[in-house]
């Protein structure tokens, strides 16, 4: 692993690719339906945690992408901040989530959107069907970068398609059934709202940096990264914020859940093409209605499918830069020269989800809302606790490298980049501690509330087995970073000093050393 190099290959990826892994990256399918199931209120803190989370996010990955643009982006600058241990144990972290992403919710998700439009599956063709799942996930991550770069091509047109015709549908459904009465009071954001929604519509921002994990690639990262977030962030603000205001303004609140919230929601306002709502709430589908419900089902198969896939893609390559660079185990550092992609890391990666998938189906005894609960939080969480150093990292490397080139800066000057700072790394700290103890701060001091009230569905009166849902993970992936790091105790020994650097200073800078810590 050498110093930077910028320059990708005549192939490599362009704007248009940066921008579809952007959103297929933020916009996940899988969450929507959490989101809307609470209510009004969730679209306020979507809104609050907008402007507060999601735009500085955006701002500092902008400038660790355009002034930092290493192939294995967060690796990259948490090592330059904090120097390799840190920054692989950190890796393995983000890294992990993907794979418990994947084989968890994800093909949870997937599973039941195919038995909801289409088919059954008793018995052991839900594990066939996962192993479908996975295995294309695993082939399309496998796939060079020249095949590979038109699977998020193909999620960002399957959700702008997906989505659009979901919120035409619910304007006929709207005109036809009319609007659920809801007061200004029913938006208002309360403590309560914030404790139970910030970790989900946290996870609905995340995936800024992954366009930057494959740096090397990209035709022109200093440039294509600050614009491709800002085209990414906007569209994705308005592919989530539209069709869960419209899903809030057409049905009743009880008809959503977190696991089949979306697809409820897709079932019942495609009766407007055939089809009815029984009084019990039933809702029965025929002619048109069947038959587009089933082609906005296998839309949304795909945009999960893609959203997995897009961040492994991401991911896997990073990893692979970390055990390249000596933070893990050579042999899972190699990237295939035919079709430049990290193989081994991706079959690794394709082998953990497919084990738990098979855990995740056996353990969760058909309540699949359990899993699915469990599961999204340890991904969410695995990935909040990797951000705080990769978000402090901003701060650290704009002391370290004040002179390295930025082709962006966050505005406001030290002001803007730790009010940036902080507002990230406090966030995802919230984030952790909302997720391992739900219902944080609610009946503490004299309030109102019983915390075991927010425990997650599925796991109602059993806080202690949410918990060591949550905890027993985290520790055995911190536990996996630190045998990574001595299975790559040899390769560091022969690695130079200083095996990845920083980019050169500013062209009026030439004489300062910009070098990383070894």
């Known amino acids: 692993m050498t110093s930077v190099d910028s320059t990708a290959p005549a192939h490599g990826l362009r704007r248009l690719d940066v921008l579809a892994m952007l959103l297929c990256a933020i916009v996940g399918l899988d969450t929507l339906g959490s989101v809307a199931a609470n209510g009004p209120e969730g679209l306020t803190w979507m809104a609050v945690l907008g402007l507060l989370f999601f735009l500085p996010y955006g701002l500092v990955i902008a400038e660790l992408g355009s002034a930092f643009p290493a192939e294995g982006g967060p690796y990259v600058w948490t090592k330059l901040a904090f120097g390799r241990f840190a920054a692989g144990i950190n890796q393995v972290f983000y890294w992990i989530n993907n794979p418990i992403w994947l084989g968890g919710s994800l093909c949870v998700v997937a599973i039941t959107t195919f038995e909801a439009f289409f088919h059954p599956l008793p018995g052991a063709w839900k594990y066939l069907a996962g192993a479908v799942f996975i295995g294309a996930a695993g082939l399309a991550v496998h796939s060079s970068v020249v095949i590979g770069r038109w699977v998020p091509i193909v999620g960002a047109l399957a959700r702008v398609a997906l989505l659009g015709f979901f919120v035409v549908s619910l304007v006929v459904y709207a005109l036809r059934n009319g609007l659920q009465p809801l007061s200004l ?3 208002a954001p309360t403590y309560l709202g914030l404790v139970a929604l910030t970790p989900v519509i946290v996870f609905n921002y995340m995936g ?15 440039r294509d990264v600050p614009a491709a977030l800002l085209r990414g962030g906007l569209g994705s603000a308005v592919l989530y914020g539209v069709p869960i205001l419209g899903t809030l303004l057409v049905l009743p609140r009880d008809q959503l859940g977190s696991l089949t919230g979306f697809i409820d929601a897709c079932r019942a306002v495609f009766t407007v093409y055939g089809g009815h709502i029984a009084e019990d709430g039933t809702i029965v589908l025929t002619g048109a209605g069947a038959l587009l419900a089933k082609v906005a089902a296998a839309g949304l198969i795909v945009g999960l499918l893609t959203s997995g896939t897009a961040w492994a893609m991401g991911l896997s390559r990073a990893q692979a830069v970390a055990c390249a660079d000596g933070a893990g185990p050579r042999w899972l550092g190699e990237i295939d020269a035919r079709r430049g992609t990290p193989t081994r890391v991706n079959l690794v990666s394709t082998a953990i989800a497919a084990l738990v998938m098979v855990v995740s189906l056996s353990l969760s005894a058909g309540d699949g809302q359990a ?5 999204i939080s340890l991904a969410i969480s695995a990935t909040a606790i990797s951000y705080l150093l990769t978000f402090s990292s901003f701060i650290a490397l704009r002391r370290k490298f004040p002179h390295v080139e930025r082709p962006y800066r966050v505005p406001f000057g030290s002001l803007g980049a730790w009010t940036a700072t902080v507002l990230t790394v406090g966030t995802m700290g919230f984030t952790v501690l909302a997720l391992i103890w739900p219902g944080l701060g609610v009946g503490w001091f004299g309030t109102a509330g019983d915390p075991a009230a927010y425990l997650p569905a599925g796991f109602e009166g059993r806080r202690a087995a ?11 992936i911190l536990t996996l970073g630190c045998v990574f790091y001595a299975l790559g105790t040899r390769h560091r020994r022969e690695l130079p000093a200083s095996s990845i650097t920083a980019p050169a200073p500013a062209p009026s800078d030439r004489g300062v050393t910009a070098d990383a810590p070894s």
């Not at 800024?208 to 200093?222: L, N």
């Open 185 to 187: 009071g029913d938006y």
């Open 208 to 222: 800024f940096e992954i366009p930057s994990t494959a740096a090397g690639e990209m035709a022109d990262p200093r």
């Open 371 to 375: 899993y699915f609960t469990a599961g």
């Open 466 to 476: 949410y918990t060591a849902t949550q905890l027993v993970p985290v520790a055995l």
